[in-house]
């Protein structure tokens, strides 16, 4: 706050130590030197702890404070009235700079009724990526299975461990930078080596893992404390046809296209009840509405002006942006990804509590 007026504010790396290997992304795109091998995420403004937690995941801002607690004690000003009466002091969403060094483990995360039944949680995990680079010859994500799986024969391949059967039986989606992918809650998937993204979440880390062969997971935890049975119930078994899978992917814009409107939606629609993504090109002057908003910027140099602030902003850069900001403009040659929370009448249409 400057001057008593709120501005956006500039967030150093968080990243939680992971099972799996990567990150070098995450250190090129900061510019920064690599470090453990096993931080492949960056949680970007986190007010949710990693599972069974208190505190592991969450994010500080630059004067010590947890930005959790930040919300808790000025919920209005950081989030917005309209927000606050239908989430209260949650942001209602978890972005994270994604680099995966090695292929993750095929996994599920329940949806919203599952998780108010089973986990006390108002949030399930919907998730998406957005590409920003990828490595190897033909970088692939996995997402849903490509025929209708029995109980029986998912639990056999979850006892046996038998990861060929289960990517076998999934949709293979070579990506390239620019896609984003929406994954819906009890859709199994995995994402392959080689794969850098920013992920939007709804903010919970509920992960039920199909896959541990070969991961140092534990199993309680890969069953989210509910035990096999259970969690294997928040596992869509339905197949996904040709058609839903398109439904479920959208490609960026390129060339001329990709310039001439200065705010882009990123994400399919059926992503609204969940979260929104808007790429922004500065040099187009942008003008964009109040609202709490974290921000990773792609490319390029410029700033971020508000009325009584403003912010320079570089590749690498990653922010939260108070609603109490007010509403933002963009200057410069520069691009970056805006990730929002949904509007509380697009979240009502999945509302468990309802």
């Given amino acids: 706050m400057l001057n008593g007026v709120m501005q956006p504010i500039e967030l150093g790396p968080n990243q939680p130590r992971q099972f799996y290997k990567g990150g070098e992304a995450i250190a090129e795109l900061r510019g920064v030197g690599e470090g453990d091998a096993y931080r492949p995420e960056d949680w970007v403004a986190s007010a949710t702890p990693r599972f069974g937690m208190e505190e592991d995941g969450l994010s500080r801002l630059p004067d010590g404070r947890y930005l959790r607690d930040a919300l808790e004690a000025d919920p209005d000003n950081w989030l917005g009235p309209e927000h606050v009466k239908y989430f209260g002091a949650s942001p209602a969403l978890l972005v994270k700079l994604l680099d995966a060094g090695q292929q993750l483990p095929v996994h599920v995360h329940p949806n919203r009724s599952f998780a108010y039944r089973?986990?006390?949680?108002?949030?399930?995990?919907?998730?998406?990526?957005?590409?920003?680079?990828?490595?190897?010859?033909?970088?692939?994500?996995?997402?849903?299975?490509?025929?209708?799986?029995?109980?029986?024969?998912?639990?056999?391949?979850?006892?046996?461990?038998?990861?060929?059967?289960?990517?076998?039986?999934?949709?293979?989606?070579?990506?390239?930078?620019?896609?984003?992918?929406?994954?819906?809650?009890?859709?199994?998937?995995?994402?392959?080596?080689?794969?850098?993204?920013?992920?939007?979440?709804?903010?919970?880390?509920f992960s039920v893992m199909l896959q541990l062969k070969g991961f140092d997971l534990d199993p309680a935890g890969g069953e989210l404390g509910l035990g096999r049975e259970l969690a294997n119930t928040c596992v869509r078994q339905k197949a996904f046809s040709a058609a839903d899978i398109d439904g479920l992917r959208r490609h960026a814009q390129s060339g001329a296209a990709a310039t001439a409107g200065a705010v882009q939606d990123v994400m399919p629609v059926a992503a609204n009840p969940y979260f929104r993504a808007q790429r922004v090109f500065g040099r187009s002057a942008a003008q964009l509405e109040a609202s709490f908003a974290v921000v990773v910027v792609l490319s390029g140099k410029g700033k971020l002006e508000g009325d009584g602030w403003d912010l320079a902003i570089e590749r690498g850069t990653t922010l939260v942006v108070p609603w109490g900001a007010g509403p933002v403009r963009t200057t410069g040659d520069v691009e970056l990804l805006r990730c929002l929370p949904p509007l509380p009448e697009d979240a009502k249409s999945d509302d468990p509590t309802a």
């Fill in 118 to 205: 089973h986990l006390g949680s108002r949030h399930g995990k919907t998730e998406s990526w957005v590409v920003l680079g990828t490595r190897g010859a033909e970088p692939v994500v996995y997402v849903g299975w490509s025929h209708d799986v029995e109980t029986a024969e998912l639990s056999r391949w979850v006892a046996d461990q038998d990861a060929k059967a289960m990517l076998g039986n999934m949709h293979r989606l070579k990506v390239e930078p620019g896609d984003a992918v929406l994954v819906p809650a009890g859709t199994a998937h995995a994402i392959g080596e080689g794969i850098f993204a920013v992920e939007l979440q709804e903010p919970t880390d």
